[in-house]
């Protein structure tokens, strides 16, 4: 049971670069999370989708897009990288009305 | 706007000794979590609280919820080396009305357990 599965782990891009964070749960689950963590500021809410074909900002959205591109994949975007993307990168996930929320290994994204 | 606050964010205690986090938080939730994480790892889910007076223990760590005070502690019983870790609450904003989803987390508190 691989529970959330995010890709790649580690990732070296230059400014104004793009690339895109997959995430794969095989759970079932309706609700699907990014967020980003940043040393002394917890984690905090890129984006979340609530339902396949929705999705929402959370609290730091700015220069990231998202897509729910099935029940299984929330995949994050960043069109054109800049140094303050520099962060580790987590998806998580939850079953409807689902106590446990689970998280993925983590993606660690530097820009230089 | 949801905010959760942690205190201390860091904190360096004897093995043997007891110690609590609190976690406060903004707006009305009726769903608390704990997580500890390791150094280059993700989270793990120690907690989640329910509700209003809920009490959960597992070996020597306690989580408390009081809703109406808006606050959660993690109280660390005869602390041991192998409990040094980051350890977070979360609120959920799914139960905090508003209609928004996904956690809010505090900044975290950094333990480090000295022999």
């Known amino acids: 049971n691989a529970g959330v599965t995010q890709t790649p782990k580690f990732q070296v891009l230059k400014t104004g670069q793009s690339m895109t964070l997959q995430c794969a749960q095989d759970m079932n689950h309706n609700s699907m999370y990014w967020y980003r963590q940043d040393p002394g500021m917890g984690l905090r809410l890129i984006y979340y989708s609530a339902s396949e074909g929705t999705t929402d900002k959370g609290e730091v959205p700015n220069g990231y897009n998202v897509s729910r591109l099935n029940k299984r994949e929330f995949s994050l975007r960043l069109e054109s990288a800049a140094p303050s993307q520099t962060s580790v990168y987590f998806c998580a996930s939850r079953g409807r009305g689902g106590n446990t929320i689970y998280f993925g290994e983590g993606s660690w994204l530097t820009v230089v | 706007e949801l905010k959760v606050e942690q205190n201390p964010l860091f904190l360096s205690m004897q093995e043997g000794k007891n110690y609590t986090i609190y976690c406060n938080y903004s707006t009305t939730s009726d769903r608390l979590y704990w997580y500890r994480q390791d150094p280059g790892k993700s989270l793990e889910s120690l907690f989640v609280?329910?509700?209003?007076?809920a009490v959960k223990q597992e070996g020597r760590l306690m989580a408390s919820l009081d809703t109406k005070a808006r606050l959660s502690t993690l109280h660390i019983t005869a602390a041991v080396h192998d409990l040094s870790a980051t350890y977070f609450c979360a609120v959920d904003a799914m139960y905090s009305g508003g209609g928004a989803d996904g956690l809010t987390f505090g900044k975290g508190t950094h333990l480090i357990i000295q022999p």
């Open positions: 609280l329910l509700s209003n007076g």
